[in-house]
């Protein structure tokens, strides 16, 4: 059982958006602005997407952004394009026991 | 070019030792921390630790602190994992990932493409 709970899969149409969920606690994702998404396509090393909760490092497409309200953060894909299906992972700093990350069970976006 | 280059699969009996191994360049890797994670087959993602190459400084993960073994060495720019006695519960890929700048785990930005590593009698 990961520590951030993620829907299992989503799925959207070509150019539609979709939001994945990612829900931790008060000391992890609630607590800090360290959460971070990652994609992964099948047999691929994964890919930072976003990091500290919103920022998008160079070279990643502006149709990916990201949120927080209290203990769950967003991952939001506008204008889906076919090369969005993968798997995609949140993560968090988390203070439990001692400082570490924490990620998310993944989720499997499928694009229709 | 930044890249982290992972050593090749291994296979592996129960009982026995491995080092596996990620070499740094394109970048400052004394100034990196840099980090392993875990993927077993079909699952999803799991923080093993950091560790500063500059001066060996290495956080572990709370559920694996014990079980594996973090290390660097700055001079030929490469962070390894190693076991003492593997299990076949150990079989995943792994990969390594250049982590922040700062000791605060967050997040890693460059990845390695993985070592596959089969326990298996």
């Known amino acids: 059982q990961s520590a951030l709970t993620q829907p299992a899969s989503v799925s959207g149409s070509l150019g539609q958006s979709i939001t994945i969920s990612c829900t931790g606690t008060s000391s992890d994702v609630g607590g800090y602005n360290y959460v971070s998404w990652y994609q992964q396509h099948p047999g691929k090393a994964p890919k930072l997407m976003i990091y500290d909760v919103s920022n998008r490092p160079s070279g990643v497409s502006n149709r990916f952004s990201g949120s927080k309200s209290g203990n769950t953060a967003s991952l939001t894909i506008s204008g889906l394009q076919a090369e969005d299906e993968a798997d995609y992972y949140c993560?968090?700093?988390?203070?439990?026991?001692?400082?570490?990350?924490?990620f998310g069970g993944g989720t499997k976006l499928t694009v229709l | 070019e930044v890249q982290l280059v992972q050593s090749g699969a291994e296979v592996k009996k129960p009982g026995e030792s491995l080092k596996i191994s990620c070499k740094g360049s394109g970048y400052s890797f004394s100034s990196y921390w840099i980090g392993w994670v875990r993927q077993m087959p079909g699952k999803g993602l799991e923080w093993m630790g950091i560790?500063?190459?500059?001066?060996?400084?290495?956080r572990y993960s709370p559920s694996l602190q014990g079980q594996v073994t973090i290390s660097a060495d700055k001079s030929i720019s490469t962070a390894y994992l190693q076991w003492s006695s593997l299990k076949a519960s150990d079989t995943a890929m792994y990969y390594c990932?250049?982590?922040?700048?700062?000791?605060?785990?967050?997040?890693?930005?460059?990845w390695g493409r993985g070592t596959l590593v089969t326990v298996s009698s």
């Open positions: 560790i500063y190459p500059g001066d060996s400084d290495t």
């Open positions: 993560s968090s700093y988390t203070s439990s026991i001692t400082p570490h990350v924490v």
């Open positions: 990932a250049r982590h922040t700048t700062t000791v605060t785990p967050r997040y890693f930005d460059l």
